[in-house]
């Protein structure tokens, strides 16, 4: 039956595993910790000291941990995030975590303890690089987004495939979150610095960004493309020095490929503003801006050349014309433009916020980075469409946080 567990009961629940003498010696003396940061989920690191082996155990809850048992959720997205897992370890080995075991039971998933890596999003609070972050991300959608799309698969397979990604409480978060609330004034579940009154009500009057905001909500809930990761956020990516993984896939379902896309580099703009504050010497606000935008450009170009580059091979003949090629690229990279403003306003107006921004005590100086992250997000939403390449996005984000683009 399905239950909770905690620090105890997860040795416990180790010791008895089939699969975890596998990993650990199931004999052996066992520390555990919680390490939760996320919105919803129990992560538990359980370490083995006789042998310094270790798992990493992700037990859902039945409701949104961030809110409490009064947002119930179904822990069933446990399944979602076990499936997602398990293809995104076929296509992209090395770029997520080993996948051990699923217990359906305790919707529960098993799977590799990243060493020393840490999410990424707080340590770039902090100015942190990473080595080939952006290309690493950009080949890991590159992988996973083409080997699930009618390019790569027969089209009874990928509805085959389809059936087990119906993530209807998951795509219910971000349509209402992302896509619907930070639009409505008197949404219940949006909060906002109070600095920031006059930039919210001055957006959310603005008819043309919503009608956009509603034309890509629109994208998110009929295009199925690919099997998106669906939350890839900089808390949803752990790195160490030479190492990049991306985590979560809870979120997943068959969606538009740019939400991937466009959720990492809104994510680095997101970033890149907060540094208005948590880098307070202007040449290294400047020199880490400079590489954030450098990060979003090599996953841009990263993914699109390993696209393209699969595309070349494409066997049906339905997909190998060139001009068909470009005009789809063309059109992820205006998704990609337009999911980024939404992941971006989303996080200063709605109900999940970003620590990025959310870490500055100081409202006046919070406000100060929230603007400019709000210039970037309506900019994108409202233009998304007149995007002709790369570098239309970049001069958006350029222009808001005084980097030059080029
Ligand atoms: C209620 S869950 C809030 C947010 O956390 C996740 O990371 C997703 O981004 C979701 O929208
Ligand atoms: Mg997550």
Redo the contacts with the bound molecule.
């Keep these: 039956m399905y239950r909770p567990l905690d620090v105890d009961t997860i040795i416990d629940y180790v010791r008895e595993h089939p699969m975890a003498a596998e990993h650990v010696n199931t004999d052996g003396e066992f520390e555990s910790v919680e390490v939760g940061d ?3 989920n129990l992560v538990f690191k359980v370490f083995d000291r006789t042998s310094e082996r270790s798992l990493l155990l992700k037990q859902a809850l039945p409701y ?1 941990r ?2 409490g048992e009064d947002w119930p959720l179904s822990p069933e997205r446990a399944a979602f995030e076990a499936r997602a897992l398990e293809i995104e370890h076929r296509y992209a080995p090395g770029l997520v975590p080993e996948p051990y075991w699923f217990d359906e039971v305790l919707m529960l998933n098993a799977m590799e303890n990243l060493g020393d890596h840490k999410v990424i999003r707080f340590p770039m609070m902090e100015a942190k690089r990473y080595r080939d972050l952006g290309a690493t991300i950009g080949d890991f959608l590159a992988r996973t987004l083409y080997a699930t799309s009618d390019f790569a698969l027969d089209a009874a397979d990928k509805r085959e495939i389809m059936q087990g990604f119906f993530n209807v409480e998951l795509c219910r ?2 349509e209402d ?2 896509f619907t609330e930070p639009y409505l004034p008197d949404a219940p579940r949006n909060r906002w610095n109070p600095r920031i009154d006059d930039d919210v009500a001055d957006f959310q009057a603005d008819d043309q960004l919503k009608a956009e905001a509603a034309k890509l909500k629109y994208r998110f809930m009929n295009f199925g493309q690919a099997l998106i990761h669906g ?1 890839l ?1 900089t ?1 949803s990516i752990m790195a160490n020095d030479h190492d990049v993984r991306v985590i979560d896939p809870e ?1 997943a379902f068959f969606g538009p490929m740019g939400f991937d896309v466009g959720a990492f580099v809104g994510n680095l703009f997101l970033s890149a503003a907060s540094h208005e504050i948590h880098s307070r010497d202007p040449d290294r606000r400047l020199d880490y801006r400079r590489y954030l935008l450098g990060e979003a450009r090599a996953a841009w170009t990263t993914f699109e050349d390993g696209f393209r580059g699969r595309l070349a091979e494409v066997s049906s003949p339905s997909w190998g014309s060139r001009a068909f090629q470009d005009d789809f690229m063309h059109s992820v990279l205006q998704d990609t433009a337009g999911f980024a403003g939404c992941k971006m306003l989303r996080r200063i107006v709605g ?2 916020h970003v620590a990025d921004l959310d870490s500055i005590e100081d409202l006046d100086e919070r406000a100060r980075a929230e603007r400019i992250a709000i210039r970037i997000g309506r900019e994108l939403v409202s233009s998304h469409a007149r995007i002709a390449s790369f570098d239309d996005v970049l001069r958006i984000a350029g222009d808001a946080l005084e980097v030059s683009h080029g």
């Design positions: 996320g919105n919803l949104v961030a809110a978060i971000t979150l992302v939350d956020h808390g979120f109900f999940a």
